[in-house]
């Protein structure tokens, strides 16, 4: 007899959630918002080791976690387009790559519009806290020290970072020594450290970085029409050429941040690297 009650029960148990199931509408997984960064520009992007409340996982390499400029204006603009971040390392000359053939959506890695990117990519609204500007980081005992112009750099050794718009300004420098170019930014420090360059091309953002944690090295900033010349809007979010409507939403979200949340976001990505230091 329980037999048949336990029976009972089992089937009335099966009945119920066929037919309630059918009844209960499945809500929909949020789409992903697949982002390139290089992780190794700070303090716009780099990686750590532990996660945070701020910082993002890398999809791609188990165990660190992506953070900085760069980062936060992606989740801001995940959270308006209302999808999930997932963010992926890639260096620098893949980047551009990975984007045309699918791997990601777009890329949010302080690139800047240049023409020839424009061939191979369609580019945000700037999304920088101020127009971007380039400096030369040299040694604090080196005989440039004083300079305020480009032509004070005449026969210096200068470097810039591959395949970048900082190695390919330098021929502006007249009289330039221009040396091979490093594959990532810690490279033409670490040459300006160690004597093997006069100079380092840098953004003046990351330049003041570089300054405040290293008392050997000094940031050169240019008045106007004493710099380089740039040819590029600025940092802008890059998608795939035929993503009209990606690109539209993401100049909504980009929008909506002010000039001065976006200057909150630099300072305490900027506060948040010092810490990471001490």
């Known amino acids: 007899m ?27 997984a949020k789409p992903v918002l697949r982002v390139g960064v290089e992780c190794d520009y700070v303090p716009n992007s780099w990686e750590e080791v532990k996660p945070s409340k701020s910082n993002v996982p890398i999809s791609n390499q188990k165990g660190y976690y992506a953070e900085g400029y760069d980062i936060q204006i992606a989740k801001i603009v995940a959270r308006e387009l209302d999808m999930i971040l997932e963010v992926r390392k890639i260096a620098w000359n893949d980047l551009l790559p990975s984007l045309n053939n699918g791997e990601i959506d777009a890329i949010f890695s302080s690139m800047l519009d240049t023409e020839e990117r424009k061939k191979l990519a369609s580019f945000s609204e700037p999304y920088e ?43 502006q420098i007249p009289g330039v020594i221009h040396i091979k170019p490093t ?11 160690r004597d093997e360059a006069d100079g380092a091309v840098i953004d003046t953002d990351t330049g003041n970085y570089y300054e405040l944690t290293n008392k050997n090295l000094t940031m050169i900033k240019f008045s106007e029409n ?53």
């Not at 112009?149 to 050794?157: E, I």
């Not at 594959?183 to 450290?193: R, S, T």
Request: proline share 1%.
């Open 129 to 171: 806290v101020k127009k971007a500007e380039y400096g030369i980081i040299v040694d604090s005992v080196s005989p440039y020290i004083t300079a305020k112009s480009l032509k004070d750099f005449d026969g210096a050794r200068i470097v810039g970072e591959k395949g970048t718009k900082l190695d390919e300004v330098i021929d």
């Open 2 to 28: 329980k037999k048949y009650v336990v029976l009972l029960i089992l089937l009335a148990c099966m009945y119920v959630y066929v037919h309630f199931s059918e009844d209960v509408e499945e809500v929909p």
């Open 226 to 278: 004493e710099g380089f010349e740039l040819g590029f809007t600025g940092v802008c979010a890059g998608v795939r050429k035929d993503d009209t409507e990606l690109l539209h939403k993401i100049n909504i979200a980009l929008e909506k941040i002010s000039r001065s949340e976006r200057q909150k976001i630099m300072d305490t990505a900027t506060s948040r690297m010092m810490t990471n230091l001490q």
């Open 183 to 193: 594959a990532k930014v810690q490279g033409m420090i670490d040459a300006v450290l």
